[in-house]
């Protein structure tokens, strides 16, 4: 256990609130490649942060000193975290880094952001990642993880940055013990299927097969900015559904349904019937309480 310490006559505690953190597999992910199973397991039996390319890059990092334990359970969970979810084909991680701490226990919501949400329940507390933000910028250091400053998007409308757009290098795969000839196969491989298939982010067939490896990367770098505004998109319309619901009664909630329909059918309005337009209340109601996760305690009849 960490002691409390002296900082200019305030006393804090150094000790992290999870000691030991990890990423556990989904049940879900039932249809994995195997070569992202074998990344996992390697996670698990290679301490990535001890291993030769890690020692090789303090030098030139100009730092001679091991990792502190917490750090280093930090960032080996995070890259079994990343194992999971990279693109075979681009080496992207498919999993923002606030996901990956979420899921690997290396985050924390403040007692701040706690009373907050018992306040108000339309507000979702905000996360604290600093402990997987360090540990990925130890990552980047390390030459294991690619996250140029110029991949990374600003949302002006919402005031803040896009999940990060960020790779895996041939580094990350040495230092887990698999060599770039097998890493380059396993690429090669999965290119191959796609371009046989199709699917990849909505490419078809024939455009895989004009395009460069560059080229795909590319496309796929744009596909993960416009998932990102999506995201964002879903997650305003979840909170205006539970700013309309949660602190709404039942009948205010239909009366605010009942708007938003008027609005949507316009001038269409005068021409539709009476059972359509109540049709279309239930459904705009229905979705503002599925959006907000609320169950009325008693059926409103319409």
């Known amino acids: 256990m960490s002691q409390n310490n002296k900082n200019n006559g305030l006393l ?20 994995r490649l195997a070569f992202i199973r074998d990344l996992v397991v390697k996670c698990d039996q290679v301490n990535i942060v001890k291993s030769d390319e890690a020692v090789y890059m303090r030098p030139a990092l100009s730092r001679n000193k091991i990792f502190y334990p917490d750090r280093e359970k930090a960032m080996r969970a995070l890259a079994k975290a990343f194992c999971e979810h990279v693109n075979l084909v681009t080496h992207q991680v498919q999993i923002s880094l606030t996901n990956a701490a979420n899921q690997c226990g290396l985050s924390t919501i403040s007692q701040a ?29 390390l030459g294991w993880i690619v996250a140029r400053k110029d991949w990374q998007v600003w949302d002006k409308d919402q005031g803040q940055w896009l999940d990060k757009y960020y790779e895996v290098t041939e580094l990350f795969f ?4 698999i060599t770039p000839e097998r890493v380059e196969k396993n690429r090669q491989n999965r290119l191959a299927y796609h371009k046989k298939k199709g699917g990849l982010l909505g490419l078809t067939v024939s455009q895989l097969g004009n395009m460069s490896l560059s080229e795909i990367k590319t496309w796929c770098r744009l596909s993960h900015y416009r998932r990102a505004f999506e995201r964002l998109k879903d997650k305003r319309e979840i909170s205006k559904a539970k700013r309309r619901t949660l602190t709404k009664t039942p009948q205010q909630q239909r009366d605010i349904a009942q708007q938003v329909v008027i609005k949507r059918l316009g001038k269409d309005l005068n021409h539709t019937p009476i059972e359509v337009f109540k049709a279309l209340v239930n459904q705009e109601v229905a979705k503002m309480r599925s959006q907000a996760g609320y169950s009325p305690p008693d059926t409103i009849a319409s």
């Open 12 to 31: 804090y505690c150094n000790r992290v609130q999870n000691p030991n953190p990890n990423y556990e597999v989904p049940k879900t992910h039932t249809t």
């Open 113 to 141: 952001e706690q009373e907050k949400a018992k306040a108000d329940p339309t507000y979702n507390p905000k996360p604290s990642i600093s402990r997987a933000s360090r540990a990925f910028k130890d990552m980047i250091d």
């Open 174 to 177: 040495k230092a887990l013990g």
